[in-house]
């Protein structure tokens, strides 16, 4: 089954606008996503999805894939659903542009989840380091049943008042989906939830839509800030 890689990619970011375009140690970040989405062999074709100028020419200065925003979207899902319309693939991975430090076991890991017949969509979670780091609600949380399917996914720390850091999940905000059923995610109404929360894994659960979230030791370095961004040109000086 071919299978893609779309990085939706923007510039009006509220925490740090214009984050995507910012340099760790000389290179923009949404390059870096994209080189390291290239360097992990995993996809037959990667692109970055964007309605802004400047990043579609930086990916094209690349020799890269680009794919063309021509409406306005409310998450980066239903950004890169309008691009899996006009692109032939048969599973789509959802990389999240300030995310450039990909690894490899982990995408591979969600990729293989799709060996299961009833896994239309897959996402990746961890563990955390610290009660801060559960306390941060930039750090989503989410609750698994028995089979390992999202039950919910908030910012605020759940399940409630747990003093064992073991008990919480973290949500590392890589989405697998089956092509159809990416589409058919674009064509739900943004729910209540989804909104107060600010994250769309909450539309497919509200809908009744499974999520198989698949577990890994990788925490990866989500850049939200501009304090993330010099503890990612740390991290990148330490390990490229």
């Known amino acids: 089954m071919k299978t893609i890689a779309l990085i939706p990619a923007r510039l009006e970011s509220e ?3 214009n984050k995507l375009l910012k340099k760790i140690n000389g290179i923009p970040i949404i390059l870096k996503t994209y080189r390291s989405a290239l360097k992990t062999n995993l996809f037959d074709e990667v692109y970055v999805v964007s309605g802004n100028d400047e990043i579609i020419d930086t990916i094209k200065a690349e020799g890269g894939l680009v794919f063309k925003s021509l409406k306005k979207h409310d998450s980066g899902t239903d950004r890169i659903a309008e691009a899996a319309v006009n692109i032939d693939h048969g599973i789509v991975v959802n990389l999240q ?8 076991e982990a995408i591979s890991s969600l990729i293989n989840s799709f060996n299961d017949p009833t896994v239309k969509i897959a996402s990746l979670m961890t563990k955390f380091n610290s009660l801060d780091e559960i306390k941060n609600p930039n750090n989503v949380k989410v609750i698994v049943d028995k089979e390992s399917n999202a039950i919910y996914f908030s ?4 399940p409630y008042n747990s003093k064992k850091i073991e008990i919480y999940n973290r949500h590392i905000g890589v989405y ?4 159809n059923a990416l589409i058919d995610f674009a064509s739900l109404e943004r729910s209540n939830l989804e909104v107060i929360e600010s994250l769309e894994g909450i539309r497919i659960i509200e809908n009744s839509k499974k999520i198989r979230m698949i ?5 990866g370095i989500s850049i939200d800030t501009p304090e993330d961004l010099i503890k990612a040109e740390k991290f990148s ?3 490229d």
């Open 237 to 239: 000086s330490q390990n």
């Open 176 to 179: 697998a989906f089956l092509k």
């Open 155 to 158: 910012r605020l720390p759940i």
């Open 215 to 219: 577990s890994t030791s990788f925490h």
């Open 97 to 104: 542009g300030d995310e450039p430090f990909i690894n490899k």
């Open 15 to 17: 925490r740090f606008p």
